[in-house]
């Protein structure tokens, strides 16, 4: 088993920025793609962002597109997710997940088999 851990979430004034992180152990992090989900209240879960297991893939939901920045350092078991530019309606529990999805379903929940337990990110306006 792959497990996850997040943290960094916080809260922040809209304008301000915060970098989450996941932390994996149990098998090897860098054999994996990593992607971002979020959930806000009442709303389902939705893809932020994915990166492959070397990097060479990376995309964002449009709604994240020139704020947020993920990236990973597979040396530290580590994958990260820098958020600038934080809006009040990117307030939700943010999420971390591992598989090897094929590349049309990269966005799709179902196609990840590890999750994180998710840090929550409160956007002040």
């Known amino acids: 088993q792959l497990q996850l851990v997040e943290s960094g979430g916080g809260v922040v004034q809209a304008g301000g920025s915060l970098r989450l992180s996941c932390v994996a152990s149990?098998?090897?992090?860098?054999?994996?793609?990593m992607s971002w989900f979020r959930q806000a209240p009442g709303k389902e879960r939705e893809f932020v962002g994915v990166?492959?297991?070397?990097?060479?893939?990376?995309k964002y939901a449009d709604s994240v597109k020139g704020r947020f920045t993920i990236s990973r350092d597979n040396a530290k078991n580590t994958g990260y997710l820098q958020m600038n530019s934080l809006k009040p309606e990117d307030a939700a529990v943010y999420y971390c997940a591992a598989g090897r999805p094929a590349t049309h379903v990269m966005g799709v929940r179902g196609a990840y088999d590890y999750w994180g337990q998710g840090t929550q990110v409160t956007v002040s306006s």
């Open positions: 990166i492959t297991w070397n990097g060479d893939v990376i």
């Open positions: 149990g098998r090897p992090f860098s054999t994996y793609t």
